[in-house]
């Protein structure tokens, strides 16, 4: 099985506390992270994916914040010399995202301004 992952939940699960929108989505967050845990093929995206499924912001399939999020997106593909619609395994995604954002010490540069921030410390 191939998941959508939109690129910056990249960054998100590696901070994710269990705390979220609300339970819907905190249950399918932890459910994705199980999934992805197997390794799986993901299909990096820009736009709403099986994460954004159960977000209170997902509007019928488009985010109600999507500039900023799709901002979010193309900055990580970017700076993991990624394009939209890549398909690649979640291990190596996240080991990109780890090596070229977080390590690197450039997450806040990306999503500071995400409501969210506080959690990824």
């Known amino acids: 099985m191939t998941y959508r992952i939109r690129a910056h939940h990249g960054m998100c699960f590696s901070f994710f506390q269990g705390k979220g929108y609300s339970g819907e989505f905190t249950d ?3 459910e994705m ?7 799986p093929v993901v299909t990096l995206l820009q736009e709403t994916d099986d994460v954004c499924a159960h977000c209170p912001n997902n509007q019928e ?4 914040s ?6 979010y997106d193309g900055q990580v593909l970017n700076l993991c010399g990624l394009e939209p619609g890549t398909m690649i395994r979640w291990k190596d995604f ?3 995202v780890q090596d070229h954002i977080l390590k690197a010490g450039r997450r ?9 921030n506080r959690l990824c410390i």
Do not use: H, R, S, T
């Not at 399939?61 to 109600?64: E, M, N, T, W």
């Open 28 to 30: 399918n967050m932890w």
């Open 33 to 39: 992270k199980q999934k992805l845990d197997y390794n």
């Open 61 to 64: 399939g488009i985010c109600a």
């Open 66 to 71: 999507m500039e900023k999020v799709a901002d």
């Open 94 to 96: 996240e080991k990109l």
């Open 108 to 116: 806040e540069e990306i999503c500071g301004d995400c409501e969210w």
